[in-house]
């Protein structure tokens, strides 16, 4: 019995990793050329090559611009750019155009080749870095993770959907009364957050 229970447990762990490629989607960023795109720089992956200049200058000025204006990220992470719909849904992506992983790297789809876009999934890294994924996610508050996200990277689109621009304006309005957040700025100094619950007067769409 307990040998037919190793051959069990030996047959689950081979076929975990099969799985989450299969399933979890976003794993695919940890081996993207086995997914179908072609690393064709230390960060830059891609499915159409001829694209390679234009997915490079986006994401270099995506980078800049969230080195001086945000915070030092302390390694910038590998970016996959899809330029097909067929590329997109490899890597999970079907409504949202652009999502991050963790700081294995971000993920923009065909219909996300956009500098604010480029730049919000960088942000979501640096948060990653300097907080930790799992203590960005578990214990900051969603308003002011993505609130920051659409703030600071200067996202164009005024109204965003409602509670997107929620999101938006409580950041917004927990800057105005607290002072950026310190820890994104270049001294890599402790983050002064709010934690789970805390808010302004606007907040608790979380």
Same mark, same amino acid.
């Given at each position: 019995?307990?040998?037919?229970?190793?051959?069990? &447990?030996?047959?689950?762990?081979?076929?975990?990793?099969? &799985?989450?490629?299969?399933?979890?989607?976003?794993?695919?960023?940890?081996a993207p050329?086995?997914?179908?795109? /072609?690393? +064709?720089?230390?960060? !830059?992956?891609?499915?159409?090559?001829s694209?390679?200049?234009?997915?490079?200058?986006l994401?270099?000025?995506?980078v800049?611009?969230?080195?001086s204006q945000?915070?030092?990220?302390?390694?910038?992470? #590998?970016? !996959?750019?899809?330029?097909?719909? =067929?590329?997109?849904?490899?890597?999970?992506?079907?409504?949202?155009?652009?999502?991050?992983?963790?700081?294995?790297?971000?993920? !923009?789809?065909?219909?996300?080749?956009?500098? *604010?876009?480029?730049?919000? =999934? +960088?942000?979501?890294?640096?948060?990653?870095? #300097?907080?930790?994924?799992?203590? &960005?996610?578990?214990?900051?508050?969603?308003?002011?993770?993505?609130?920051?996200? *659409?703030?600071?990277?200067?996202? @164009?689109?005024?109204?965003?959907?409602?509670? +997107?621009?929620? *999101?938006?304006?409580?950041?917004?309005?927990?800057?105005?009364?607290?002072? @950026?957040?310190? &820890?994104?700025? #270049?001294?890599?100094?402790?983050?002064? /957050?709010?934690?789970?619950?805390?808010?302004?007067?606007?907040?608790?769409?979380?």
């Open positions: 019995m307990r040998r037919k229970f190793k051959h069990i &447990a030996f047959i689950i762990l081979l076929l975990s990793p099969l &799985a989450a490629w299969a399933f979890v989607k976003p794993v695919r960023v940890l050329e086995l997914a179908g795109v /072609t690393c +064709l720089s230390a960060h !830059i992956c891609v499915d159409d090559a694209r390679f200049v234009e997915a490079t200058r994401y270099d000025e995506g800049s611009f969230v080195q945000v915070g030092t990220m302390q390694s910038p992470p #590998r970016a !996959i750019f899809c330029s097909t719909a =067929e590329c997109s849904r490899t890597f999970g992506l079907t409504q949202a155009m652009a999502y991050n992983v963790g700081t294995f790297g971000v993920v !923009i789809g065909d219909r996300g080749w956009r500098s *604010y876009l480029v730049r919000h =999934e +960088l942000i979501h890294h640096l948060q990653n870095e #300097r907080l930790g994924s799992l203590n &960005a996610v578990l214990l900051k508050p969603v308003w002011f993770r993505e609130g920051m996200a *659409y703030s600071l990277s200067e996202d @164009p689109r005024r109204p965003l959907p409602p509670r +997107l621009d929620g *999101y938006r304006a409580d950041f917004e309005s927990w800057v105005q009364a607290n002072g @950026p957040p310190t &820890a994104l700025d #270049r001294s890599g100094s402790p983050m002064k /957050t709010p934690s789970r619950g805390a808010a302004t007067a606007n907040v608790g769409r979380i």
